[in-house]
């Protein structure tokens, strides 16, 4: 089975094209969409922020830009993915999970005794999902990390002998490999995935999730500055 998946790839390797075929109309839409989106909101961002009078307004209208160049760089990311392949793809996507992971690990309380869990989570794990996406084994790559790697994470934990906090400090492990790799590595997955009749259009996926997700992200920040009087929860999102 090694042996096969490997072959596999290293065919995906050889025959890797480029994913970003503007010739293609309705990919070149999408990809036209989301620069147009970005180009229009940078550019009423910068009149804003040159006309905005109050405090306030300015600190809404920096958020507002720190919003768009974040947006400005993510949209470079997924380009760049566009271009290199499926294999480039991959190879980024993972690098973009480990930095996520490690992001988080930052945020969240761990000890000593937890160290080894995370090498696992980082160099084992996190990789071996990408690499299931690789070969296209959607079967067991659609339940590595929420059934094989939730039952490893507490498994190794226990191994330690350290039982302070354990169910915490497990959930929150398992929650972000959830976050950082499980779900992150759905996005290289949509340009393998097999549609009849779809061949060689697996970018327009990615370009439309990226389309549909930027515009939520604008038009409800957008519409909660203009309209919203309440905040929802102002505690986990204070600008919202």
Excluded at 15 to 35: I, S, Y
Excluded at 149 to 159: C, G, Q, S
Excluded at 215 to 223: G, P, T
Aim: charged fraction near 15%; include cysteine; aromatic fraction near 12%.
């Amino acid at each position: 089975m090694i042996t096969r998946s490997s072959g596999y790839l290293a065919r995906q390797i050889a025959t890797t094209h480029w994913f970003l075929h503007l010739e293609d109309p309705l990919q070149a839409w999408l990809f036209g969409g989301v620069l147009g989106i970005l180009v229009l909101a940078s550019t009423i961002g910068a009149v804003l922020q040159q006309t905005a009078k109050s405090d306030t307004a300015r600190a809404t209208i920096d958020n507002l830009n720190a919003r768009m160049r974040a947006w400005w760089k993510m949209c470079a990311i997924f380009a760049l993915t566009l271009l290199i392949g499926r294999i480039g793809s991959l190879v980024l996507f993972a690098l973009l999970s480990l930095l996520a992971l490690r992001e988080y690990v930052t945020l969240i309380p761990t000890r000593r005794s937890d160290h080894r869990t995370l090498v696992w989570s980082f160099f084992v794990i996190t990789p071996l999902q990408y690499y299931l996406v690789g070969i296209r084994w959607y079967g067991f790559f659609a339940i590595m990390v929420p059934a094989v790697a939730f039952l490893f994470i507490p498994t190794r934990m226990a191994m330690t002998g350290d039982t302070e906090h354990f169910l915490e400090r497990a959930a929150k492990i398992q929650f972000g490999i959830m976050i950082c790799s499980y779900c992150l590595s759905h996005a290289p997955a949509l340009l393998i995935l097999r549609i009849p009749g779809f061949e060689g259009h697996d970018a327009r996926l990615l370009l439309y999730l990226v389309l549909v997700d930027q515009m939520s992200d604008v038009l409800q920040y957008v519409s909660g500055k203009l309209t919203g009087r309440h905040k929802i929860a102002p505690q986990v999102s204070p600008n919202k």
